[in-house]
T-cell receptor
Framework: DTAVSQTPKYLVTQMGNDKSIKCEQN?????MYWYKQDSKKFLKIMFS???????INETVPNRFSPKSPDKAHLNLHINSLELGDSAVYFC????????????FGQGTRLTVV | GDSVTQMEGPVTLSEEAFLTINCTYTATGYPSLFWYVQYPGEGLQLLLK?????DKGSNKGFEATYRKETTSFHLEKGSVQVSDSAVYFCALRREGTYKYIFGTGTRLKVLA
């Protein structure tokens, strides 16, 4: 049973389109994250939610809007996609604000053409 | 701000060679430290962690010791295998913050 699952795994779309990525965790964690990994493998946090409340919004363009309907889900909607949005997007979850590790999903490879 | 610095890759080794990947960090207080591994086409998996100074994390033959005095958390393995070929990330998290800060990753290639 997958702990953190994302859908879809691959997403190819044209510039200007709107798309969503879904994430679900079955670990009972209270904190969820979105990370962006660029072509050089650099990982940068985008958002973190704790108990459905937005905690971190790391200077991400307004075209990106996360939504957490409950503690187990964190979705990412992207409006007006640009070429520079092409990357791998990872969802992750963890428990609490202490020394625990994060669990990552398999990633969604977004390609904007 | 907090940051993690890793050695540049790629690192290419022969099977059974000794591995060291350097990691140093900058953070206030006492962060928790992690090593993650990413195999091609997959997400990140926790390899090991340490939560306080002088702790040693270990897993699958890999080890790293939390050195507060040198702000380091170097990853070591005595004898690498071809199956260890992957990208390795060092990361930190400060207590009470809701983010993990990653280094740039180090690609390891092990040749048979």
């Amino acid at each position: 049973d997958t702990a953190v699952s994302q859908t879809p795994k691959y997403l190819v779309t044209q510039m200007g389109n709107d798309k969503s990525i879904k994430c679900e965790q079955n670990l009972g964690h209270d904190t969820m994250y979105w990370y962006k990994q660029d072509s050089k493998k650099f990982l940068k946090i985008m958002f973190s939610y704790n108990n459905k409340e937005l905690i971190i919004n790391e200077t991400v363009p307004n075209r990106f809007s996360p939504k957490s309907p409950d503690k187990a889900h964190l979705n990412l909607h992207i409006n007006s996609l640009e070429l520079g949005d092409s990357a791998v997007y990872f969802c992750a979850s963890s428990q609490g604000g202490g020394a625990t590790e994060a669990f990552f999903g398999q990633g969604t490879r977004l390609t904007v053409v | 701000g907090d940051s993690v610095t890793q050695m540049e890759g790629p690192v290419t080794l022969s099977e059974e060679a000794f591995l060291t990947i350097n990691c140093t960090y900058t953070a206030t207080g006492y962060p928790s430290l992690f090593w993650y591994v990413q195999y091609p086409g997959e997400g990140l998996q926790l390899l090991l962690k340490a939560t306080k100074a002088d702790d040693k994390g270990s897993n699958k033959g890999f080890e790293a010791t939390y050195r507060k005095e040198t702000t380091s958390f170097h990853l070591e393995k005595g004898s690498v295998q071809v199956s260890d070929s992957a990208v390795y990330f060092c990361a930190l998290r400060r207590e009470g913050t809701y983010k993990y800060i990653f280094g740039t990753g180090t690609r390891l290639k092990v040749l048979a």
